[in-house]
Every structure is written in C-alpha cells, then in structure tokens.
C-alpha cells in the first residue's frame, strides 16, 4: 500500500487520554481510535493486525476440526433465566436494552446459553459426538473501569469455543488438542517463548481451570512460577492444598506479572444440565452432553502484544501480524525512481512511504508505526546495487543485493 | 469438506417460525438458526456465504481506493446529538442500554456521527482529501415487526461506506465509481441481470437518493420501470414534477416487486457542518466536508438471494457465493472409494457427503442445500470413466471423462 493514499497519519504526541504505553502508541500511529473508554474503532493498520491474527486462530482451530459459526449479540434474557446468569446481581458484566417491541435483550458476554440451546437442533446421540464450534465475534461487558487501552475493553472481539462430548474422556482429548491449538496459536503470533498454561481458578464454572498468561510488566494477573517455568500458577491459586498437588513449596516459586491471553475451562454439564442439551449413549439412555470453553481476547492479545514488544521509540510487531512486513523508502529521485518500480507487484507486504516527506521524517514513522523491516533505497545504496534493510526489533542494519531482495 | 464432520444436519421440515421461503429453506438446510425475531445466527454454511459475499464486496470497494475499517458498535450520545439524532423522536430504532460506570449509551444503527467525528482527526486541508472509507460491521436497528427472515433483521451484517470530499465535483467522481463497484458487486453476486439502479427519495439526508432494488416476489418495495427499464423509480417518487424530470409519463411505467440491496445518498454537509469536520481550502479558507454514504445489507443480500432463486426443492445459490461449489456423491463400494479418492486434495470447494446415507436422501439434501453442482460416481458411471454432473440451476445432467473433472 502507498501512504499517501491512506487517510491515516502519525501524530507528533502520544495522546494523554492512554495510560498503557502500547496504547498510547496504537493511538498515535493511527491503529485504533478511542470512541470512549474501553471502546475502540481499528484503522487500517489495527484491522490488518487484527485480521492477521484471526487468520492463524482460524487456521490453527480448523486444524482441530472445530467449526466456524457466527452467534448474535442480542440475547434472550429466557435462556440466562435457566442458568441463573441473568440477573445482574450473578453476571454484573451486562449491557441490557429493551426491545421496541417489547421485552428486555441483553449483549452477550459470552455465548454458552446460545449455543447449549442451539445444540439441541443438533445432538441427539452418541453419534453425533465429539463437537467442537468457534466463533469470532465482538463481546460486550459493562466494566465498572476501563483504562487499559484495547487490553480490556468494554466492547471487544472474542475467539470464542465450545466444545461438546459424550463422556469425560472424550472431552480430554479436545482439551488436550485445544492445549496444543493454543500453544500453537501463541507461538505463531509471537509470544510463544513468553506465554505459559497456567493453573487457575475455574471461577463459577469449575474448581479450576487453566490459562494463558503472557509475561509482560502492565499485565493485571501476577503468576507463579518454578525455577524451569513447569509449574506456574495464578495467584489465587496460591493455596497449600494446590501447592502439595504441584509438589512444589511456596518459597520455590517466583512471582511475575502476566497478561490473560487465552482460557480453557472445563464446563462438564453446568450448562448442557438446565438447559436440556442430552444426548441417547450406546445404552439408550439419555445423557447430559460434556461440555468445555475456551476463549481468546482477539483484541486483547493484539493490546498484549503492542504493550510487550513497544521500545521508545514505537511498536514492534512480530512478523507474523505485523500490518505489513516490509516499509519501502526512496531517497533522492533515483532512489525514489526505484522504490517505485520495487513496490510495483510487491504491494501486499510492503506499506510504500511515497509521501512528500524528509527521510528523517519516514524512518521515524516506520519506527513508531513498528513495521518489522525497513527497506531503504537511496543514490548511496544503489551505486553498488543494494537496498539497506533495517530491522525494527534488532535495529541492525544490511546491504542487500536487489536482485536478492524477496519481498 | 467432509459432510459427516459437519454438525449440521438438514431438517425433514420446515419450521412453522418462518414465514418467507428462503428464510424457511435457510434454517432447514442449517444455514442459520433463529435467536429471536429478527436475530439469527450463522452456521457452517451461512457464514461461508456471507465470508463470500463479504470477499466480494472488499475487493471492488479496495479497487476504487476505499480503505477498510471497524468501528464500535457502542455510541456517545454526544455525537449523534450534535446532529439532533439521538432523540428516539428522531431515530425511532434506536437500542439504548446503560453504562455500569453512568451514562447511557446506543448500540450503532449507522455510523454517520462517529466517522465524522473520527475523520477530524486526519482530514485537516484539501489535499488529504478526498477520502473513503468503510466497514463490514453488525448493525442494531430497534425494529418493531420483523418477519421477513434476514432480509429484514434487528441485529444484521451491513457494509457501509462513507466519502469525504473537498467538492460536489470531486464528491460526483466518487459517487460515479462507487455506482460501477457495486453494479460490478451485484453482478459478481449472481444478481447483476435483475437488479437495478432506481431514483429514490433522500429521506433524512437529501432530497433525492439512489437504491439498488433486485426484482423478486416477496421484495417489500415496489418499483416503476418503462419498457426498457432505462428510468426505474421507487413508489415514493412517483411524483408528476420527478417524471417530467425523466420525460416518462405515468402510463409509460409498469410496476413490480423489487428488495432493496443498496444505497447510495449524497450527504453534503449535513454531518460535517453540525459535527465540524472542516478542511482548508486552496484559499486558505475553512469550509465543511462534502460527504456521500454508501450501503449494502450484507445479510440482507444473503436472504434476498435465498428468496430469488429458491425452487419448490430448496436453495439455488449462484456459484460466486454458494457455500461449496460441487456437492460429491459415491454410490456403491467403488462409488464411495472413488468419491473418498476425488475429494482429497480438493476439499475447499467440495462437500463430501461422505455421511451412511441412501443415494435418494443425499440428493435430497444436495437439492435442499443448493450447491450448484452435484458430482455422482457409482459403478454406473465408473464402467465408462466417467462422473455424473447435474447442475442445480437447471436441473440438466452430463457425463464427464474422471480425467476432465475440475475441481
């Protein structure tokens, strides 16, 4: 793409209205824009980012044979009534609204009461089990506060599972293939090496649970970990029974600060039971189904993320979700001449800095707006042929041949 | 994909909650599933649709430079009363609902306020414009009746893109191209031969606009056409002072039921003013944005299609958008293996009805479903090398050499 024909600029300041360094950045490099607190419109860039990101959830979800599927927001309170999280006094997270009509809706903060009673369509047996359904979608949660930039939102979009078994085994095994759908997932957006499953509490679902934390100073949790990071537990797990389960002692562990970037809970048939969802088994007799969850904040990693690698100079993507991989700037009319004629057929990568701007000008914008490498061609590179590529993350700059770069 | 993997299953009947054709063929055919009146959700089938209709729709929009954004679906009553529009007086299918922290907030039924008021922010002279810009976003309007499946929904997926202008010259320009992306959109959508471009009433913005009304029985509007179809009117302008302006009389036009799939209204100054979206001019001089807003109901194409080419036996989805392209069959032990053979490697455009089935219930169901072509090979079939293609629209079956299949 050529900067001059998008809309969005940088700014000269960081808006004051952030207080996460990360989303100071994505404001002013013109990924996202605030429409009040903790609700966010995404800009080209933010929407590249994001897109990218749903790309490798999908592919890595597909994989495990889930099933792609869209749910409303508007939600029938009748349903929650069934599950007791209707009220707001269980689930104080609602946004409700009233029907012209008639009759109150609410913005669903979560799917399980839809999708238990959508099931019911299609469960009946054995046979048409094990199930597993994923969505991508914008939650609402009517959050008391909301400071933290894109990281918790009030409206945000979600990766949202459920999976549906015939029996606790059955559900181990899609536990496990999410496990490693997850961990895939992390590793593939960049933050592998710095996210661990973490033992949790299973809030009103379950005993326990686990998550996915990502380590990172702004994080909200504080985690838990042994000197080879293969026990790490939420705080509030932090009890002597767990403890002794882990076989580790408290004063082995080390503490610190993370960022919730997935879930995975075990449901069993606190939903399936209320609401009816069963299933005949081979000996004829009507059943609960299983059933698990297991979330993804789409644009809370994407926030995870922005504040994890930012430096002070801007945002650092990792490749893979980076809006676009290379960021191409011409200097003086040859090199301009020839950044062109690169750009030509390489645009989907490649956000070409075509504006009318001194060169100082761009590589700051290429730094601050974080594209992963900086392709530039100048009268001094071009003598000898080569292009000089800069690295965002590293900052280590190489002499390429032209004929050797592949965009 | 493998139909036996798939946790859709078609119904033996229709549901008695539908009153529209389409709409009952879609829930039978487990496209979608009803939430509520008016609020569906998507499954396997029909968010494959709609991710083509989607796909469609970006790539002429991003041919004429539009640039693809998302904005919140939670608003500030501010914006919207700077343009006297957050009176429920004024926009009667408005959904409010309640801040936890204080406040009242509207879920987005369009997004004119938000996206002036965001482009304060980028457009500051003449020569940062013009600029477009759209979404494809999910959209809440606070219907009283709604009846008519997605054609017509509370909750529903709509592409909406707005042009910012530094004159009514350069405002025509675009208004032009994006005339011709979406004549392109409907006919890449299998709809171009019986839609049309109609002269409508402006509504609240103007006095006049531009519709795209496809012709189809159970269409709410009614449109007036002369012999051939060069002026076609909406009902609401049949007025002696707009004919006269056409040079067609009365007796001239001939009416007929048509959908709504599209429009286009010029804006002018009418959210730029009130909201104070001002550039510089080339005389230094400040003046208001000129502004155009540009519509496609991405669900609602999705139901009006369902509704237009539904036969006695099921959905008929032109090929751009059908969910799959070739529904496969085996018949017998060679049939089945051959068929398992066929389907590897082309599994994105095949479904593989793979499911323990009688040949007669899965034509059925390929039928009901409306994938444009079936693939049969049974020993029949197989004794010559061949497979058996019948086209849905038509109905007409060939043989084809295994060695000409192109899947």
Known sequence: MKFSELFVKTFHEAPKSEEARGAKFLVQAGYIHKELAGIYDYLPFGLRVLEKIKTIIREELNKIGSQEILLSTLQNPELWGKTNRWDIEKMDIWFKTELAAGGELGLAPTHEEPLTELMKSYIKSYKDLPVAAYQIQTKFRNELRAKSGIMRGREFLMKDMYSFSSSEAEHEEFYHKSEE??????????????????????????????????????????????????????????????????????????????????????????FSRPLGLEFTDRDGKKQPVFM??????????????????????????????????????????????????LYRGHSEEVLFDDRDLRPGEKFADAELIGIPYRVVVSDKTLKNGEAEITERKSGETRLVKLSDLTF
């Open 292 to 341: 698990g969850c297991y979330g993804i904040g789409v644009s809370r990693v994407m926030g995870v993320i922005a504040e994890k690698f930012a430096d002070e100079k801007g945002l650092v993507w990792p490749e893979a979700i980076a809006p676009f991989k290379y960021y191409l700037v011409g200097i003086g009319e040859n090199g301009m001449e020839k950044a062109a004629e």
């Open 181 to 270: 759908a997850y961990a895939k997932i992390y590793e593939r957006l960049g933050i592998g090496d710095c996210t661990y499953r973490t033992f949790a509490s299973g809030g009103v679902f379950a005993k326990y649970s686990h998550e996915f934390q990502t380590v990172v100073e702004v994080g909200e949790d504080t985690i838990w970990h042994n000197a080879d990071w293969s026990v790490v537990l939420n705080e509030e797990v932090m009890q002597d029974e767990i403890l002794a389960e882990f076989d580790v002692k408290r004063e082995e562990l080390e503490s610190t600060r993370a960022a919730e970037v997935g879930n995975i809970f075990t449901l069993k048939d606190k």
